[in-house]
């Protein structure tokens, strides 16, 4: 029933900032426990960022100091902020809610092309 759309993905140049958008709807935002996974070709999916309803954050080895996670309640939104890109962070960025109980499926989105290249 849940939806997540993916936004702000796009090719840039190493070295410079760039900042996607997860819109939610149909579901219940604010408890959701949020993350942003990445996909490259012929690699897994692997968490980059996570950030829990109540506020914390965790971020994968590669992207601390780079990346940021933020969500603001209010738009039903979670932002990845990407500073200093570089091309091994060339992926496919999906969207993740997490829904408070275990027995419900976790929603996706359908993801969002990030391309570092000079």
């Known amino acids: 029933q849940g939806q997540l759309v993916e936004s702000g993905g796009g090719l840039v140049q190493p070295g410079e900032s760039l900042t996607l958008s997860c819109a939610a709807s149909r579901m219940f935002f604010s408890i959701y426990n949020m993350g942003w996974y990445r996909q490259a070709p012929g690699k897994q999916r692997e968490l980059v960022a996570a950030i829990t309803y109540t506020g914390r954050t965790t971020y994968a080895d590669s992207v601390k100091g780079r990346f940021t996670i933020s969500r603001d309640n209010s738009k039903s939104t979670v932002y990845l902020q990407m500073n200093s890109l570089k091309p091994d962070d060339t992926a496919v960025y999906y969207c993740?809610?997490?829904?408070?109980?275990?027995?419900?499926?976790?929603?996706w989105g359908q993801g969002t092309q990030v391309t570092v290249s000079s």
């Open positions: 993740n809610a997490e829904p408070p109980s275990p027995r419900d499926p976790d929603y």
